[in-house]
């Protein structure tokens, strides 16, 4: 791929570059492709250039969701280079759950990016990339909001990352999200099916909302606590949509507790200092603590989980004792 992407200090590739696509590359989105491969190219021209047609597979149009094939030929544009390199990203090292020659995964802290873009220099790929230079092939399996805490999955290898996204498309992994509400909640076990559009706000900024011809979301929400003003609830995703679980929740009247885009704003600003019945929440209450899949090379049945964020923990004892706890 050396000659494939023009180097940093062009600014303009001179000519369109065409690429064929290996296994190792097959599976992967074509806007993660071009991401990856792209370097030093603004993620706003990537997704201008798809948007566009400029790129082409096969000679033929394609949207930015379209999975890579094995000996596919793509038509990479030219691309104007970013003027300015970005700053390398330090090295960094996160909690690890679990790891072997096929996977890692992580215990991630709220606040942190998983990735770089829309104002963020760096996430966390790229720190644990600085951090294992030996790593060529670490990828994101999935993704988690920025102000969510909880596990993270990334692939070492290519063939890790495409069996893992096989299982996620086809329903076989089981995610499950520890989520603070506020309000009144009535029901052991409740399904939320509610279709989601994604759209862009006029600031740049990506949102969800519920549409009748969005994409066919679903949501399971058992409750665990229950408090005088708040419920903790676990959440299973039966589909993974962006801010899925966010965007369920407050269309159904139940704001989490410390959710910027789609919460209780008046709630938010409260949350942050302490009162005479709990303590202080300065952060999304959304914590993803249990994830099972088939390991992508032995097939094994896996089920890891992490302990719910020391901040989100405290809180929750600052509520007192709750008035239901539900047994399972």
Not at 8 to 35: C, H, M, W
Not at 268 to 279: E, S, V
């Amino acid at each position: 791929m050396q000659n494939d992407v023009v180097p940093p200090s062009t600014q303009l590739a001179p000519q369109a570059q065409f690429v064929k696509i290996t296994d190792e590359e097959a599976g992967q989105r074509i806007d993660n492709y071009l991401l990856r491969v792209c370097k030093g190219v603004p993620k706003s021209h990537i997704y201008r250039v798809l948007r566009s047609g400029e790129v082409r597979v096969n000679k033929g149009r394609i949207d930015q969701l379209y999975r890579l094939h094995e000996g596919d030929v793509v038509r990479i544009p030219p691309v104007r280079m970013a003027e300015r390199t970005a700053a390398a990203a330090p090295a960094a090292e996160f909690k690890i759950i679990f790891e072997d020659a096929q996977l890692l995964v992580i215990d991630k802290p709220a606040g942190v990016a998983v990735h770089g873009g829309s104002g963020v220099s760096y996430g966390v790929i790229e720190q644990l990339r600085a951090s294992r230079p030996d790593a060529k092939s670490l990828e994101l399996v999935h993704r988690l909001d920025r102000d969510t805490s909880g596990l993270l999955m990334l692939a070492k290898k290519r063939s890790a990352l495409t069996h893992l996204h096989a299982q996620m498309r086809d329903g076989q992994t089981d995610k499950r999200y520890l989520v603070l509400v506020h309000g009144d909640w009535k029901n052991a076990r409740q399904h939320i099916k509610l279709a989601l559009q994604k759209y862009t706000t006029a600031e740049g900024e990506r949102r969800v909302a519920v549409q009748a011809d969005g994409l066919a979301s679903h949501t399971v929400f058992t409750l665990l606590r229950k408090f005088d003003q708040f419920a903790l609830l676990e959440a299973e995703l039966k589909t993974g949509r962006t801010h899925q679980i966010r965007v369920h929740l407050s269309a159904s009247g139940f704001a989490i507790a410390g959710d910027d885009k789609y919460g209780d704003f008046a709630l938010n600003r409260a949350l942050l200092k302490a009162d005479n019945t709990r303590g202080a929440l300065k952060r999304m209450f959304l914590h993803a603590h249990q994830i099972t899949f088939a390991h992508p090379e032995t097939g094994k049945s896996m089920t890891l989980n992490a302990s719910l964020a020391a901040e989100c923990e405290r809180f929750l004892v600052s509520l007192g004792q709750p008035l239901t706890i539900a047994t399972r």
